[in-house]
């Protein structure tokens, strides 16, 4: 039988007093440390009476998630969820870094959610007052979900170009000997300094068409055009990308900035899935052009 993986690490105490202050100033009582499982203990619970119920949060504390430690943070709280004799309603992860990943999160417990400590900051401190909902400009659904989610859009785009700027830079610093080694560089550079520039494009159409500054056209052929680069590198790479873990890991976050924005699809999330267990399946080689499909 599969044991979770146990943490090995305190969680940052500051960072656990300041959120249970700030859940405990939104009248939550707040519990230090209870076991959820056999295995884990959970760093802080937040119980708070709403529409007559009992609404309880069970929470983690992580420095930084990445490529490497994500899957075992979201087991460990899959696990909780599924054994503790609490009723949870939502299971929350707050890290205190930048977290780019978003496409780790697909396909485990909706009731599991992360959070960048800045958001959550703002999303625990603002005061809730009623307002008028804007009415939406979008058409489709990836300006839709531009609309929604531009926040989350323009963080998960910078974290990817750090990566790809991170590539760059040790691309340039090869100096192969071989005609056929130097050619692969060039080729790999171009590719990733193109999917950066379109990546740039969209991060600003997306601010643009949420300020009424850019058509709705542009957003949607901005982001069909990185899909396309994605959906190139694939067809070119595809056994590069399943066998080294700096291209898998652009990959993952190439499809976690496609899923923000609804431009993603069942088989590319699989893949990505699949690259972050560290359980590629023979046959996800087989996939080929009908990996993302369109995008509207």
Same mark, same amino acid.
Do not use: C, Y
């Given at each position: 039988m599969k044991r979770t993986k146990k943490r090995t690490k305190q969680p940052d105490k500051a960072l656990q007093q300041e959120v249970g202050h700030l859940l405990y100033g939104r009248g939550y009582d707040i519990t230090m440390g209870p076991l959820m499982?056999?295995?884990?203990?959970?760093?802080?619970?937040?119980?708070? /009476?709403?529409?007559?119920?009992?609404?309880?949060?069970?929470?983690?504390? =992580?420095?930084?998630?990445?490529?490497?430690?994500?899957?075992a943070a979201l087991e460990r709280a899959t696990d909780a969820l599924k054994n503790t004799k609490l009723s949870l309603d939502e299971y929350w992860i707050v890290v205190s870094g930048q977290f780019s990943n978003i496409v780790a999160a697909r396909g485990f417990d909706k009731r599991i959610q992360i959070f960048e400590i800045e958001?959550?900051? =703002?999303?625990?401190?603002?005061?809730?007052?009623?307002?008028?909902?804007?009415?939406?400009?979008?058409?489709?659904?990836?300006?839709? &979900?531009?609309?929604?989610?531009e926040k989350e859009i /323009?963080?998960?785009?910078?974290?990817?170009?750090?990566?790809?700027? =991170?590539?760059?830079?040790?691309?340039?610093?090869?100096r192969p000997n071989s005609e056929d080694a130097r050619a692969k560089?060039?080729?790999?550079?171009?590719?990733?300094?193109r999917m950066k520039a379109e990546l740039e494009r969209i991060r600003e159409l997306v601010m643009a068409f949420n300020k009424g500054k850019a058509p709705e056209k542009d957003v949607v052929q901005s982001v069909k055009t990185f899909k396309d680069d994605i959906q190139?590198?694939?067809?070119? =790479?595809?056994? $590069?990308?399943l066998t080294s873990a700096a291209k898998s890991t652009l990959f993952v976050s190439s499809v976690g900035v496609l899923a923000l924005m609804? &431009?993603?699809?069942?088989?590319?999330?699989?893949?990505?899935?699949?690259?972050? $267990? $560290? /359980?590629?399946?023979k046959t996800? /080689?087989?996939?080929?052009?009908?990996?993302?499909? $369109?995008v509207s």
């Open positions: 499982s056999p295995s884990h203990r959970a760093d802080l619970v937040a119980r708070r /009476k709403e529409a007559g119920r009992l609404h309880t949060i069970a929470i983690d504390f =992580e420095v930084r998630l990445n490529f490497e430690n994500i899957r958001d959550l900051r =703002e999303k625990l401190s603002r005061q809730v007052k009623p307002s008028k909902a804007r009415s939406s400009r979008a058409r489709t659904t990836v300006g839709k &979900a531009v609309e929604a989610s /323009k963080l998960a785009i910078s974290g990817l170009i750090l990566q790809i700027d =991170e590539k760059l830079d040790k691309l340039g610093d090869d560089i060039a080729a790999d550079t171009s590719d990733l300094e190139h590198w694939w067809d070119k =790479e595809h056994d $590069g990308l609804k &431009a993603d699809t069942p088989t590319a999330i699989a893949i990505a899935g699949a690259l972050i $267990g $560290g /359980k590629v399946i996800i /080689k087989k996939v080929g052009k009908k990996m993302l499909g $369109g």
